[in-house]
Nanobody, 115 residues
Framework: QVQLAESGGGLVQFGGSLRLSCTAS????????AGWYRQAPGKERELVASITAGGTTEYATSVKGRFTISRNIGKNIIYLQMNNLEANDTATYYC?????????WGQGTQVTVSS
């Protein structure tokens, strides 16, 4: 059973930084792609950043240059470093991993940016 657990969310001031962690119960190297999504109240869930098994990363336009996705394969952790946070970054952040044709999701961690 694949389980993903996010941590690291919280309340941060405008312009501040947070690092989210996603710990997997299986080797993250088995994920074809892993990523961070977010969902703000009243909005659809959107992809923030992704990383493939080969290490290729992609970012939403709104976070390019501010967010960085990375991973520690030995510890089975996927990180999202978030810098220069803005009010629009306030959302619940979810970790996801695709293994085969199945997508697995964590339960989310709340990030709130205060102005």
């Amino acid at each position: 059973q694949v389980q993903l657990a996010e941590s690291g969310g919280g309340l941060v001031q405008f312009g501040g930084s947070l690092r989210l962690s996603c710990t997997a119960s299986v080797s993250i190297f088995n994920f074809k792609v892993a990523g961070w999504y977010r969902q703000a109240p009243g909005k659809e869930r959107e992809l923030v950043a992704s990383i493939t098994a080969g290490g290729t990363t992609e970012y939403a336009t709104s976070v390019k240059g501010r967010f960085t996705i990375s991973r520690n394969i030995g510890k089975n952790i996927i990180y999202l470093q978030m810098n220069n946070l803005e009010a629009n970054d306030t959302a619940t952040y979810y970790c996801s991993g695709v293994q085969g044709v199945v997508s697995y999701w964590g339960q989310g961690t709340q990030v709130t940016v205060s102005s």
